[in-house]
């Protein structure tokens, strides 16, 4: 009963705002920050090595391609098969093979894939969102080249600093769009859920990989799909390709995976050969090994039992975190401390760990965009009652409800405040998403006014927009509710000139009054603001709306082609770095305009509200 109250009050207060779906070097004042976007964009590339190319299926005709030809980022390294938790690690060499591997690849069979033709799928057009259930068109990327959109993804370190930004980046990676020209297909389904991985999007990179025939796999799709099925805690998912994994890559990771495939399979007598076989030559050891034995012990007919410790280990990669997670001996919380965002990512959205864990990780993966506050309320929904999830994640649970289906509102309101408390940065942040719906649920009233800014803000995170106006006579102008409302309504409800965006900054001025620079940013980059205003408040605030480098360049250009695949992926480059607080304004201008012009406002409205929200 309690659950199904939580739920109808979720219900009643959904409502559709902004989307359906669930750097730079600076320049002028902004030449302190470092550069936040891949190599090349900050200064004239280099040429970029020649690299052979299968060349796409034919696809569908595509625009035109207008205005300056953009130029290729270089190429970068494929990922090793067992990433590491850290972004973009370079790939190791692979050692000559020895006289005992070549004895093993010549007793190997050819392996086939028998796919009847007509069964066979096209590598012209990838992805599984269509346009008709809210993705991008198949045209998104028009005419851009390939090389360049490839290594473009491949170089865009996740996970990225916006929470509509993820959003908004995997909309376009998991669409099914036309495959650029001069670049294998499979090798750009690589490339898209190698970055998604990055992200924390393991649902999205696995569902794109298996998009692709076994017989189309690449190298380098059997490089990303080893740490894709290991993020999603599913060793199961590599058995289809393991063989022909393990004879085209030659690597260790590949080779033991193949032992323990054979143990899930049942096949206990293969497994334990492979498995001596493994350890004869080294190809796993210490905790990797004993995973992998307990890995295969938990299969069909298995009767090994393994015990793993986890003092001894140093360091955390995917390959140990996918068979930990899948035998049920999660690593301890203190060994994800040090890596990258993205695993809160990985966590929350592996049903194979424990509600408490999920819970833990949903406080950052919330803010990294990998959770939608509806998924998010039903994680926390699902521990109401459960005396196993601990007396922190019970206490906000509770709060949770209250917020939702308090009886009063002023029991709904001290709901909120107290789960507002429970934390700062990217905690504070999922809070808000949190309690998106919950404040939507709360009347508008001058005796609520001191805490309209919260209530918008929280609003925005999961883009009910139109619900958040209601506050606007609530808001005085200056503070942050204005602020949010002056750049994240559909229509700004009141006007804004330069000498307000100066007095908001002078009511938020620390990190050097980063919040009122994206807001004359974002307001600027959605027309909200004459050029006349453009100027005035670029002199006030000591910024440069209009300063231009390769990034902003392509962009602009992508823009002006109509490509909004081609600006999603460019937005999301440049969407990096430590916090939204040494973002350039600039470059944010250049981010909302080009949605904007591309079709894609909504976004461009919730990443200009985001960025004043947590800047």
Request: charged share 20%; glycine share 10%; proline share 8%.
């Amino acid at each position: 009963m309690r659950k199904a109250a939580l739920w109808t009050a979720l219900v009643t207060a959904t409502g559709m705002g902004a989307i359906a779906l669930s750097t730079v070097p600076a320049v002028g004042q902004q030449q302190g920050p470092e550069s936040l976007l891949p190599p090349g964009f900050g200064s004239p590339p280099p040429p970029p090595a020649p690299t052979p190319a299968t060349p796409a299926p034919p696809a569908p005709s595509r625009p035109a391609q207008s205005g300056t030809p953009l130029p290729p980022p270089p190429p970068a390294p494929p990922p090793p098969s067992a990433q590491p938790l850290e972004p973009a690690a370079p790939a190791p060499s692979q050692p000559a093979p020895s006289e005992d591997e070549e004895v093993e690849d010549a007793e190997e069979l050819v392996i086939k894939f028998d796919v009847p033709p007509a069964e066979r799928r096209s590598l012209g057009q990838i992805g599984f969102l269509t346009e008709a259930e809210g993705g991008l068109a198949a045209n998104a990327f028009g005419n851009t080249g390939g090389v360049f959109l490839d290594g473009l993804v491949r170089r865009t370190r996740g996970p990225l600093l916006s929470r509509w930004g993820t959003i908004m980046a995997r909309r376009a990676l998991i669409s099914r769009t036309d495959t650029p020209r001069n670049v294998n297909g499979a090798d750009w389904v690589a490339s898209r859920a190698w970055l998604l991985l990055r992200m924390g999007e393991t649902v999205g990179a696995r569902t794109l990989i298996e998009q692709v025939d076994n017989a189309d796999y690449t190298d380098r799709l059997y490089q990303v799909a080893m740490p894709v099925f290991m993020a999603s805690a599913d060793p199961a998912g590599l058995c289809p390709i393991a063989d022909s994994a393990a004879q085209a890559l030659k690597s260790k990771e590949w080779r033991t995976a193949r032992a323990i495939c054979a143990g899930l399979a049942g096949d206990q007598g293969r497994a334990s050969a492979l498995l001596t076989e493994v350890r004869r030559r080294g190809w796993a050891s210490g905790i990797d090994y004993l995973l992998a034995t307990k890995i295969i012990g938990a299969g069909f007919n298995g009767r090994r039992a393994v015990t793993i410790q986890w003092d001894e280990v140093q360091g955390l990669n995917a390959w140990r975190y996918g068979l930990a997670v899948a035998t049920g001996v999660e690593p301890p919380s203190t060994m994800y401390n040090g890596y990258g965002r993205q695993v809160a990512g990985w966590r929350v959205l592996s049903a194979a760990l424990p509600l408490a864990s999920r819970i833990q990780a949903s406080d950052h993966a919330a803010a990294l965009g990998t959770l939608s506050n509806a998924a998010m309320v039903d994680l926390y929904s699902q521990a109401l009652g459960d005396d196993e999830v601990g007396d922190d994640v019970a206490a906000r649970v509770s709060r949770l409800e209250s917020a939702y289906a308090g009886r009063t509102e002023k029991t709904r309101m001290d709901a909120l405040r107290d789960i507002w408390g429970r934390g700062e940065g990217d905690v504070g942040y999922s809070m808000l998403v949190l309690t998106a719906r919950a404040s939507a649920l709360i009347r508008p009233t001058d005796e609520l006014s001191a805490d309209a800014d919260r209530l918008i803000a929280a609003m925005m995170t999961a883009g009910l927009d139109t619900q958040a106006v209601r506050w606007s006579g609530q808001v005085g102008e200056g503070s942050l509710g204005w602020a949010l409302l002056a750049v994240g309504a559909p229509q700004s409800p009141f006007g804004v000139d330069a000498g307000a965006i100066e007095s908001f900054g002078g009511n938020y001025s620390e990190n050097d009054g980063a919040k009122a620079k994206l807001l004359a940013a974002g307001l600027a980059g959605l027309g909200r603001l004459s050029q006349a205003e453009q100027n005035d408040v670029a002199q006030r605030l000591d910024i440069q709306l209009n300063a231009a480098n390769n990034w902003s360049r392509a962009i602009d250009a992508a823009a002006v082609r109509g490509e909004p695949g081609t600006v999603a992926l460019l937005a999301a480059a440049g969407l990096q770095g430590p916090g939204w607080s040494v973002m350039p304004a600039f470059q944010l201008y250049h981010i909302v305009a080009a949605l904007r012009q591309v079709g894609m406002e909504a976004e461009a409205r919730m990443i200009a509200a985001e960025a004043v929200t947590r800047a």
